[in-house]
Nanobody
């Protein structure tokens, strides 16, 4: 059974940095695009970033452009978040779907989801 497990969340002051990781366990994961969504209290889930199966293509949501960087090493991906703002406070979820970033962003459904990790940014 495939599981996605996020780590690296925590509390940080505005302007600080955090690195989130998503590790995959299970033999059936294959080659999939991976990425991150976030959800703040009372708000809809928001796309953050995606990376294709080979790590050669990335795609970012508007809130992440210029501040966040997604990368991967095989089935583990990392989201480096810099210059964090209070508006970045949310639960961050790792997901996997398809092979390309287009596949990932273009489908509401995802093959796999993690349980989420809390990121809190204080002013």
């Amino acid at each position: 059974q495939v599981q996605l497990v996020e780590s690296g969340g925590g509390s940080v002051q505005a302007g600080g940095s955090l690195t989130l990781s998503c590790a995959v366990s299970g033999p059936a994961f294959g080659s999939r695009a991976m990425g991150w969504f976030r959800q703040a209290p009372g708000k809809e889930r928001e796309f953050v970033a995606a990376i294709n199966w080979s790590g050669t293509t990335t795609y970012y949501g508007d809130s992440a452009k210029g501040r966040f960087t997604i990368s991967r090493d095989n089935a583990k991906n990392t989201l480096q978040m810099n210059n964090l703002k209070p508006g970045d406070t949310a639960v961050y979820y790792c997901a996997a779907h398809g092979m390309s970033t287009t596949d990932f962003v273009g489908s509401v459904q995802k093959d796999y989801w993690g349980r989420g990790t809390q990121v809190t940014v204080s002013s």
